[in-house]
């Protein structure tokens, strides 16, 4: 299984920016059994990794306190995919974004959990 992540670059404080992470099969003609939660972390420099934001398969949303009102998570089951969409961003969002999903690959295997590989996003003018 790969989380493919996609989206992060350099942006203007108070700009905008929509991050996008798709989980794939190792086998692309076998798909995923199952994609459960998905979510993204980050990690700004000098700092542990923390939650921006989870959701469940059914659509529930969790959001860590210093995004929230600002960042919105979303997620398109069909296409295994999830999404960050970043508003009023400011210099302490700079940081390596990790998407992150709970994926059960085929109907024998558990669930596990899988991290992509990281994407930067730097707020600066």
């Known amino acids: 299984v790969q989380l493919q992540a996609s989206g992060g670059g350099l942006v203007q404080p108070e700009g905008s920016l929509r991050l996008s992470c798709a989980a794939r099969?190792?086998?692309?003609?076998?798909?995923?059994?199952?994609?459960?939660?998905m979510g993204w972390y980050r990690q700004r420099p000098g700092n542990e990794r923390e939650l921006v934001g989870s959701i469940t398969s059914g659509g529930i949303t969790n959001y860590g306190d210093s995004v929230k009102g600002r960042f919105t998570i979303s997620r398109d089951n069909d296409k295994k995919t999830v999404y960050l969409q970043m508003s009023s961003l400011n210099s302490e969002d700079t940081a390596v974004y990790y998407c992150n999903a709970q994926i059960r690959e085929t109907i024998m295997s558990p669930d596990r959990n899988y991290w992509g590989q990281g994407t930067l996003v730097t707020v600066s003018s």
């Open positions: 099969a190792k086998n692309p003609k076998i798909p995923l059994f199952d994609v459960k939660g």
